[in-house]
């Protein structure tokens, strides 16, 4: 690699800065309805990544742009700007889905749909959750995620609207879910790393 940063111009020093600097991952809400239980998974799953130390972790809720519906308006909303550029500074996501009729939620694919480029070579991973763990609506995603040239990582947290929510509202995951998160991240954190040097 030495060789090759010289040949294009970079240092010795410049390759251990940019080997030592922190990735940016933001862990995305895929939903924006009222009494959404998204931000609850969004902390949870925060939490966890914070205690490993090995990016810089941040919630990133779509409802806070105010998105229109793609097409709908000439697309000088200063929300679409700023949704564009969050995404920019970051170097992978967590996704957090939710399974809506078989799929994720219009609200999800309209904020995926409203950027391009900034998506590209990019890694993610993904937090479902729904009767069947959200799995169908994960399955979408990712045919969706690789248009957009987003890496997908294998491991997939699933949660069970019946073993880990109290009454559908209260989020109370399983024990056993937090190591299919660590891996999950450890596998976003890497491929997002190596992504890192197309862009």
Avoid: C
Avoid at 37 to 65: C, H, L, M, T
Avoid at 95 to 121: C, M, P
Wanted: proline share 3%; glycine share 10%.
């Amino acid at each position: 690699m030495g060789f090759i940063n010289k040949l294009f111009g970079k240092s010795d020093q410049e390759e251990v800065t940019m080997t030592n600097e922190k990735l940016n991952i933001g862990i995305i809400l895929g939903s924006t309805r009222q009494g959404r239980v998204s931000p609850q998974v969004g902390e949870w799953v925060k939490g966890i990544a914070d205690q490993r130390g090995d990016a810089n972790y941040e919630i990133v809720d779509i409802a806070d742009f105010q998105l229109p519906f793609l097409g709908t308006t000439d697309g000088t909303e200063p929300g679409i700007a700023a949704w564009n550029e969050k995404l920019a500074n970051l170097d992978g996501f967590v996704f957090i889905v939710q399974e809506y009729n078989h799929s994720i939620t219009g609200a999800l694919k309209n904020a995926i749909d409203f950027a391009r480029e900034v998506w590209y070579n990019k890694a993610a991973g993904i937090v479902s959750y729904g009767s069947t763990g959200g799995a169908r609506a994960a399955e979408h995603l990712r045919g969706i995620l690789a248009e957009q040239k987003v890496a997908d990582v294998r491991t997939h947290p699933t949660l069970s609207l019946f073993t880990d929510f109290a009454n559908g509202t209260e989020f109370t995951p399983q024990d056993l879910h937090v190591d299919n998160v660590n891996t999950m991240l450890e596998e976003v954190v890497s491929w997002s790393g190596a992504l890192k040097t197309l862009r």
